[in-house]
């Protein structure tokens, strides 16, 4: 099957994940394994015994490039891992509460043994990496931008 | 001179209190040439201009000596935390 005809999705969304049905959206008929990782928002988060609280996060994209660099993380799994079939990239934006998903990295294939679990953990840190997302945590005492650590090459 | 525009995001968009911003520019500038200029006009984010902020020319991380385009869509941020 040509790369062409594998599904894709990329999106920034105020909405609600709905794994089923990004799972239906990547599944083929000859799919036998899917991959999702799905990251949530962390209420409480324990540090030297004191357990700050997070009352809710708030997500900020460019939006055009971060779809872009989503596309490119993919093309990226797919040239490491050719047995992929379909990819699902999402990230949800906006104020989002604790104990609910952000993030979705989706990924199917015939078998289970050919990459999916490495090509779905590759796709988040990847996602933490070069797609300009970010978050903002709002808590009890204030709140704070959150930056990430790596710096991308020029092109990356 | 040339126009381009520029978007502020996370950070450096609490930081100048703009998402965007027309700007003009001498033909040829570089993105170290932007930075400067940005930095002059706002100098509440001159110490992440020089330290850990990223540019994005047209969408694609762009280093300092990246000469910009007339009409470039042009992004300044901090290192990304999406997930």
């Not at chain 1, 089923?20 to 988060?45: K, Y």
Request: with cysteine.
């Amino acid at each position: 099957m040509n790369a062409n005809d594998h599904p894709a999705i990329f999106t920034i969304t105020e909405d609600e994940l709905d794994l089923d049905a990004l799972l239906a959206e990547i599944t083929l008929p000859s799919t036998g394994a899917a991959c999702f990782f799905t990251g949530l928002v962390r209420g409480r988060t324990h540090k030297n015994g004191l357990p700050p609280e997070t009352e809710y996060l708030e997500y900020e994209a460019y939006t055009p490039m971060a779809e872009a660099k989503m596309r490119q993380v993919a093309e990226e799994i797919r040239q490491r891992w050719p047995t992929i079939e379909g990819i699902a990239i999402v990230q949800r934006v906006g104020r989002l509460y604790p104990m609910t998903p952000t993030v979705l990295i989706a990924c199917t294939a015939p078998h289970r043994d050919t990459g999916v679990f490495e090509a779905a953990r590759y796709g988040i840190d990847r996602l933490k990496e070069i797609v300009p997302i970010w978050k903002k945590e709002v808590g009890p005492v204030g709140d704070e931008w959150i930056e990430g650590k790596y710096i991308p090459k020029a092109g990356e | 001179m040339m126009k381009i525009t520029l978007l502020f995001f996370a950070t450096l968009r609490s930081l100048t209190g703009l998402k965007t911003l027309e700007l003009e520019l001498p033909p040829e500038s570089r993105v170290a040439d932007l930075k400067i200029q940005v930095a002059e006009r706002f100098p509440q984010v001159a110490p992440a201009l020089t330290q850990t902020a990223l540019v994005s020319v047209n969408r694609e991380y762009a280093a300092d000596d990246l000469v910009i385009p007339d009409g470039a869509e042009v992004a300044l941020f901090p290192p990304v935390s999406g997930g």
